[in-house]
């Protein structure tokens, strides 16, 4: 199933797309998608059911915007260096174990919903993502086939990140990572079942139309269901908990000098296939 989540900033409603494109109405069965919905595998169930039944109204998506796919976010992992052609891009060494770092929920936007440029920055870079969904309490795995049967469903994110703030400013990565609007999100949440093979999917990204990014999950150095097994060893994933996988080669700080950073106006576009798509206009902050 497609799951999305429509309509103004805070006041969405969870909705439905069909294999036809039609948007449908999901408000009365369910109160959102949230981490509860995806536990709850009966109320899963009559989704489906209703979907195959044709009994979901359908919505009027003109002028209809989509916001988030997935309300009340636990929490967002984050894998760094998680691509092969990515580390060698950065002049970076392949890590040894899966590098972790957190964005705020509060960082998640729509997938169309602007962007902006911190105050200040002038190394604002984009990262297209596959974005993974946890659907049941996940804690010490023990394999990866246990790490992909605890995730609910993928989409796309867009893990912007500021690079001077990132590596130049001391401490952590965090703080060049969770400036507001830093990851938007969906415009699906596509359940499991519908991505029977996370590690043979293309993302692409586009800065103005230019084609910037072009990898293959493939090329991840610590595939999904390892990264969910890894991270339960740490700490305890919930349904409703998001991780971003990392990015392909492709990212404004591994081009030659002068790199190519975000600035205010720039369009962005990205894609995962089957996920969808997100598109992005950059505002000042």
């Known amino acids: 199933m497609k799951l999305l989540r429509v309509g103004t900033?805070?006041?969405?409603?969870?909705?439905?797309?069909?294999?036809?494109?039609?948007?449908?109405?999901?408000?009365?069965?369910?109160?959102?998608?949230?981490?509860?919905?995806?536990?709850?595998?009966?109320?899963?169930?009559?989704i489906r059911s209703a979907a195959a039944a044709g009994d979901l109204p359908a919505l009027d998506a003109t002028g209809l915007r989509t916001g988030p796919p997935l309300a009340r976010i636990g929490k967002i992992v984050c894998i760094g260096l998680n691509y092969h052609d990515h580390a060698?891009?950065?002049g970076a060494e392949p890590p040894a174990e899966p590098v972790i770092f957190f964005k705020a929920p509060d960082t998640v936007v729509g997938p169309d919903d602007t962007v902006l440029i911190p105050r200040g920055s002038v190394k604002t870079d984009w990262e297209v993502e596959l974005a993974v969904v946890v659907g049941r309490t996940a804690r010490y795995l023990e394999s990866a086939?246990?790490?992909?049967?605890?995730?609910?469903?993928?989409?796309?994110?867009?893990?912007?990140?500021?690079?001077?703030?990132q590596t130049e400013r001391g401490g952590t990565w965090d703080k060049g990572k969770n400036c507001e609007t830093f990851n938007p999100l969906g415009p699906w949440l596509v359940t499991a079942d519908e991505v029977p093979d996370p590690q043979n999917l293309s993302l692409r990204l586009w800065v103005n139309g230019e084609l910037k990014q072009d990898g293959t999950t493939a090329e991840q150095i610590f595939p999904v269901g390892e990264v969910v097994r890894y991270v339960s060893r740490f700490m305890t994933l919930y349904p409703g908990d998001v991780v971003n996988t990392g990015t392909p080669a492709g990212v404004a700080m591994g081009r030659p000098e002068p790199k190519p950073y975000l600035r205010a106006g720039d369009v962005v576009e990205l894609e995962v296939t089957g996920l969808g798509r997100q598109r992005q206009v950059l505002a000042q902050a």
């Open 145 to 165: 086939e246990e790490g992909l049967a605890h995730v609910a469903g993928y989409a796309v994110a867009h893990d912007v990140s500021e690079r001077e703030f």
């Open 88 to 90: 060698r891009e950065t």
């Open 9 to 46: 900033a805070g006041r969405e409603r969870p909705a439905l797309l069909d294999p036809d494109g039609t948007l449908r109405d999901l408000s009365g069965l369910v109160a959102d998608i949230d981490g509860t919905l995806l536990a709850d595998e009966d109320a899963l169930g009559r």
